[in-house]
Structures are given as structure tokens and as C-alpha cells.
């Protein structure tokens, strides 16, 4: 399914389900964008269809698409392939297992008819994260016999990771003193979350942007509490700077996180895989 994210940067770009303006180094031209699913979706008018295959340059689609509309009715889009110059694939470290064994089926089938049926032979463009043997893999994938591997580093600068070993001694006295005084060995002050709130919340105040990646959604509600408990005695205007990102939530709440997230809404996220996703 299309993402509402890329959407709605297709939609920033001028997307207006068809036609949109991009400038180029030569000026600015314009390039029709073919969303197949989100035509699909959308319920286009079949004319409106048929404008956009007679005049796309870009073709956005997924897999499934590609299985279902494209190659069974290749012919109304026997334009497009005949010019077909480039295949690019993102996230190709994803397709493995029965999927990425069906995907590469896919790819084959496409560039069986490019080369049987339209006389081309598109060279393939693979996006992916780090892995053991993305070469080998990507190779595979798409059946190519050979297959320039490009791996300088594109990060934005150096990282620095800092490992915060907490003494284990002084959670294990001050466990024993709190029991003694309070009777309840299990406060949250003793915890290793806490500990985690306690950086997660000096962080913040500090002017970071920071993430607190929990195991589960609970650790996650947890830490936002409590650091949002610390913020109320030391720095009460950024208690609402911070908030979590948990699977669970419904498309709305999603949306709205990430648009405070872009927008510099918010500072810290305590969050799960999800965010990552």
C-alpha cells in the first residue's frame, strides 16, 4: 500500500494525482508521475488512467501491482516499457523469504518481456540497508549476471555512542534503604527505567532531539511518565515536548505524531519499532 508519507510528498512536490513541476539543473520541465495504486485507490476515471500511461515518465508501484496490472495487461503500458531505462528498487535488504522469493520471480518475468517483447534491457537501481552480501543478494534478486556494489559512507557526520553503565551497587544499597523506609523495594526510583527517564529528561532539557527506544509499548508509556514527572519539577514548558510511538495507535494519532515530529514540535519519543518502520 502507499504510504501516506510518500503521498504526502508527492503532494508537496505539486502532485496532483498527475502532472507535477520539479526543477532540474536545465530548468524546470514537466513530468508526469504515474502512482499506479494510488490511481487504484483513488477510483480515477479510466481516462484519466489512460492520460497518464500515454504520458508518464515515472512509475511508482510496488511488487504486487507490478504482478497484477502491469505485466498481465503490458500492453497498455507497452509505452512506458518500450522507454523503460531504469528499475529502481528501495528497501531491497526486505525482499528475502517467500516474498522476496516471489518478488524475484516478478523481476524476472518483467525483464523477460522488456527483452522478448519491447527490444530493452533497463539497468536495475537497489536502495538498501547494510547487510552481509547485498551484492550477492541484489544479484539474485533480480537474476543479473553482474552488478556494481556501491558502498562509500552516505551518513551525515560521525556519531558518537556512549555506553551509561549504572552502578549496580548503589541501586542494590539504595533498594535496601528505600525498603527500610518506605517498605516498598520496587519503587520506581530504583529502576533501571528510571534511570533511562532520568537521561531521557536531562536530554530534553538540554535542547537534544532524542529517541528512547523501549522493548514494549508498557516500557514505553512508563518512561514517558516518568520522565514527564521530572520535567514537572525542573522544566514544566517542555512536558509536552516529548511524547511516545507505539504500533497500536490509529492512523490519525500517527500522523499527528509525525507531523510534530517534522515540524520541531517535539524533542524526545519514546519509541518502538515502529518509529523505525
Known amino acids: ?53 500515454g504520458n508518464a515518465r515515472l512509475l511508482i508501484t510496488n511488487p504486487d501491482m507490478l504482478h ?21 528498487i528501495d528497501e531491497a535488504h526486505t525482499y528475502k523469504g517467500a516474498f522476496g522469493c516471489h518478488t524475484a520471480l516478478i523481476l524476472r518475468r518483467l525483464r523477460r518481456l522488456c527483452s522478448h517483447v519491447y527490444g530493452g534491457d533497463p539497468s536495475f537501481i537497489f536502495s538498501t540497508a547494510t547487510s552481509a552480501n547485498t551484492r550477492e543478494h541484489c544479484m539474485e534478486l533480480a537474476s543479473l549476471s553482474t552488478l556494481e556494489l556501491i558502498e562509500n559512507d552516505g551518513s551525515p557526520s560521525r556519531k558518537l555512542f556512549i555506553l551509561w553503565n549504572p552502578s549496580v551497587q548503589r541501586i542494590v544499597l539504595d533498594k535496601i534503604q528505600n525498603a527500610m523506609d518506605t517498605g516498598n523495594a520496587s519503587d520506581k ?16 532539557q538540554h535542547g537534544l532531539c532524542c529517541i528512547a527506544f523501549c522493548r514494549s509499548r508498557k516500557l514505553c508509556e512508563l518512561v514517558l511518565c516518568y520522565t514527564r514527572e521530572i520535567l514537572k519539577e525542573t522544566a514544566p514548558h517542555l512536558v509536552d515536548s516529548i511524547c511516545a510511538y507505539c504500533g497500536g495507535y490509529v492512523a490519525e494519532e500517527w500522523r499527528r505524531i509525525e507531523s510534530d515530529i517534522f515540524g520541531g514540535k517535539l524533542c524526545g519519543i519514546a519509541a518502538t519499532n515502529p518509529l523505525i518502520i
Open 189 to 204: 526510583s530504583l529502576s533501571l527505567i528510571s534511570e533511562m527517564s532520568n537521561l531521557f529528561a536531562e536530554m530534553v
Open 1 to 53: 500500500m502507499l504510504g501516506e508519507k510518500r503521498l504526502s510528498y508527492w503532494k508537496s512536490l505539486g502532485f496532483n494525482g498527475g502532472l507535477i513541476s520539479i526543477t532540474i539543473a536545465t530548468g524546470t520541465e514537466s513530468i508526469f508521475v504515474f502512482l499506479l495504486q494510488f490511481l487504484v485507490e483513488s477510483g480515477k476515471e479510466k481516462k484519466d488512467r489512460t492520460l497518464l500511461r
Open 68 to 88: 497484477m496490472s502491469i505485466l498481465p495487461l503490458h500492453r497498455q503500458f507497452s509505452r512506458i516499457l518500450s522507454n523503460l531505462l531504469f528499475v529502481v
